[in-house]
């Protein structure tokens, strides 16, 4: 490959993708092939710092404060990590990307989208993922992750908002990922069910017998 392969993975929070990012970037270096993975927001040392800021309870950040340290974070973690990581012919398989504050901070706190997606264009230098992969919670299972989670202790800022907040996030995902050339997943099947599709969805994209 002369350039890497970007894969995204988006979704609410508890929707597996940390887990599902893990199990495809194992079986891709099965395959030979050398990956970078990442998460957004982070990814980068100053990126990471930022994260701090966003996720620490303690920390009241209105809505704009909040867009705009995302973005911040976004474009340390593009121009730190993933560009460079393409230009090396790697595969980069972030955890989350622009989607996700397009949901967030689009969806979920009210900011216009067309200024949100006007930021994202900006923080990312205008890449786009060769391949987003969303996965859906149905709403039945949201509501039960929803009821389980405010029983753990240490929540972050974020898994500290509304419920409200919360279900227009995971609306937001159901609308998005009916954009052209999305994979959309069914969160709520098996883990190893939804890994078989990814695998055959990217083995086809790769050329992967």
Not at 71 to 93: F, N, S
Not at 119 to 146: H, M, Q, S, W, Y
């Amino acid at each position: 490959m002369t350039r890497g392969l970007f894969i995204v993975f988006e979704g609410p929070d508890r929707s597996g993708k940390s887990t599902q990012v893990k199990l495809l970037s194992a079986w891709l270096r099965k395959n030979r092939f050398k990956t970078r993975i990442t998460r957004e927001p982070g990814g980068a040392r100053i990126s990471e710092a930022i994260r701090r800021i966003l996720l620490d309870p303690k920390n009241r950040i209105n809505a704009l404060t909040e867009i705009l340290l995302y973005e911040a974070a976004r474009a340390q973690h593009t121009a730190d990590v993933i560009l460079p990581a393409l230009k090396a012919g790697r595969i980069v398989i972030s955890d989350r990307f622009a989607m996700s504050t397009t949901a967030y901070q689009g969806y979920g706190r009210k900011i216009p989208i067309r200024t949100v997606e006007t930021l994202n264009k900006i923080a990312t230098c205008g890449l786009n993922p060769d391949i987003t992969i969303v996965l859906n919670i149905p709403d039945r299972i949201f509501n039960e992750r929803e009821r389980r989670a405010l029983k753990l202790s240490g929540p972050d800022r974020m898994e500290r908002a509304s419920s409200n907040f919360r279900k227009r996030v995971n609306k937001a995902y159901k609308t998005l990922s009916r954009r052209p050339g999305i994979i959309r997943i069914n969160a709520a099947e098996p883990i190893e069910a939804i890994h078989d599709k990814l695998r055959a969805a990217i083995a086809k994209k790769l050329k992967i017998k």
